[in-house]
């Protein structure tokens, strides 16, 4: 089972493991791989609280780390959000992370209505050879 550990550097943004999504959508859907990051922007449903929720899974099985990064848009640094998803070599599971409770923007009443993430992985095991994990992004 894949574990989860937040980063030091979390900020404004509270981050948990879930096991699955509450969002009624089917999310974006692409694969990451050790040498390509992916990079994006999640954006809310008007009216509801920003909150992201990405399931990532291990289905070739390698040793990996998957590392999610949620970060202001802005540029301002008002918040900042780091997890990684850690499987054992042969563990094909998958594994979530939710990012919530985003904090109110400059002006002390909108709340913040998107993010950009970069969702990266490392090869554990085999630095030298490719692998890559199913990534969904879901937005509240």
Same mark, same amino acid.
């Given at each position: 089972? @894949?574990? %989860?550990?937040?980063?030091?550097?979390?900020? &404004?943004?509270?981050?948990?493991? *879930?096991?699955?999504t509450t969002?009624?959508?089917?999310?974006?859907?692409?694969?990451?791989?050790?040498?390509?990051?992916?990079?994006?922007?999640?954006?809310? !449903?008007?009216?509801?609280?920003? !909150?992201?929720? *990405?399931?990532?899974? &291990?289905?070739?099985?390698?040793? &990996? +780390?998957c !590392?999610?990064?949620?970060?202001?848009?802005?540029?301002?640094g008002?918040? %900042?959000?780091?997890?990684?998803l +850690?499987?054992?070599?042969?563990? +094909?599971?998958?594994g979530w992370?939710?990012?919530?409770?985003?904090p109110i923007? @400059?002006?002390?009443? !909108?709340?913040?209505?998107d993010?950009d993430y970069? *969702?990266?992985? &490392?090869h554990?095991?085999?630095?030298s050879?490719? +692998?890559?994990?199913?990534?969904?992004?879901?937005t509240?």
């Amino acid at each position: 089972m @894949a574990s %989860l550990s937040v980063g030091a550097i979390t900020r &404004n943004v509270t981050v948990r493991s *879930i096991n699955d999504t509450t969002s009624s959508g089917l999310g974006s859907g692409f694969n990451v791989g050790n040498t390509a990051p992916v990079t994006g922007r999640a954006l809310s !449903t008007p009216g509801v609280p920003l !909150t992201v929720q *990405i399931s990532a899974e &291990n289905d070739r099985g390698d040793g &990996n +780390t998957c !590392t999610f990064v949620v970060a202001d848009p802005s540029g301002s640094g008002l918040f %900042l959000g780091e997890a990684s998803l +850690t499987w054992p070599e042969g563990d +094909t599971s998958v594994g979530w992370v939710e990012f919530s409770n985003f904090p109110i923007q @400059a002006d002390g009443v !909108t709340p913040v209505g998107d993010c950009d993430y970069a *969702i990266s992985l &490392n090869h554990d095991t085999d630095v030298s050879s490719g +692998t890559q994990v199913g990534v969904r992004v879901f937005t509240l």
